[in-house]
Structure formats: C-alpha cells, structure tokens
C-alpha cells in the first residue's frame, strides 16, 4: 500500500505560477511509476504528466512547455511545476503511483492504483 500526499495548490492569475508537490509512503519510491492527473466535475480525468522510474517523462500537449514534472526520490517527493498557467488549468490534480511498471503502462491516465486526495488549482483571468 502506497499513500501520497499533495499539497501546494491554491489561486492564482493567468500567467503566474504553482508548485504542487506529493509526499510518497514506501521504501521504494524510486521505483515507482508516478504522475499528475486532473479532473474538473463532469468532465473526464486527464492525464498531465508523468515520470517513469527511469526519469523519463510525458506530458499532455495542452501543457508541455509549460508544466515540468520532476522527483527527488532521496526525499520520496515528486514535483510539479506549473507556469504560464491558464484559466484551462483550473481543476482538482491528484498525485498518482504505481509500483508495477506493467499496470503503470496499461493507461497514462488510469494506470494507478493509489492516488491521493487532491489539491485544487484555480487559475483566474
């Protein structure tokens, strides 16, 4: 059982910036599979970002250029660092892990099974 932690949403205007970040439980964090998932109510989850355990990584074309994905496996934490963001970010992000690369690989989306609460981002215009 794997738990993640994020925090580090809030409020901001178009074209100003976040940083959400995700504690991890587990002893073998480097090995996970980790990403940041969205979800605004009535819409379906999107997939954001996300960072193999090999370091590499994906994003969704909505946000590349703009969001990095990042993670310090020393300190069990993955990062999320959104710029120039826009009113088209706003949404509910959860933090997203999987310890098996087989079921990471089945969805960018979907392919974990723990996840945490969420953290809202607003952005204004």
């Known amino acids: 059982q794997v738990q993640v932690v994020e925090s580090g949403g809030g409020s901001v205007q178009a074209g100003g910036s976040l940083r959400l970040s995700c504690a991890a439980s587990g002893d073998t964090f480097s090995t996970y599979c980790m990403g940041w998932v969205r979800q605004v109510p009535g819409k379906e989850r999107e997939g954001v970002a996300r960072?193999?355990?090999?370091?590499?990584?994906r994003y969704a074309d909505s946000v590349k250029g703009r969001f990095t994905i990042s993670r310090d496996n020393a300190k069990k934490t993955l990062y999320l660092q959104m710029n120039s963001l826009k009113p088209e970010d706003t949404a509910m992000y959860y933090c997203?892990?999987?310890?098996?690369?087989?079921?990471?690989?089945?969805?960018?989306?979907?392919?974990?099974?723990?996840r945490g609460q969420g953290t809202q981002v607003t952005v204004s215009s």
């Open positions: 960072i193999d355990n090999d370091g590499s990584t």
């Open positions: 997203a892990a999987e310890t098996s690369n087989m079921i990471c690989r089945t969805s960018w989306v979907y392919g974990y099974r723990y």
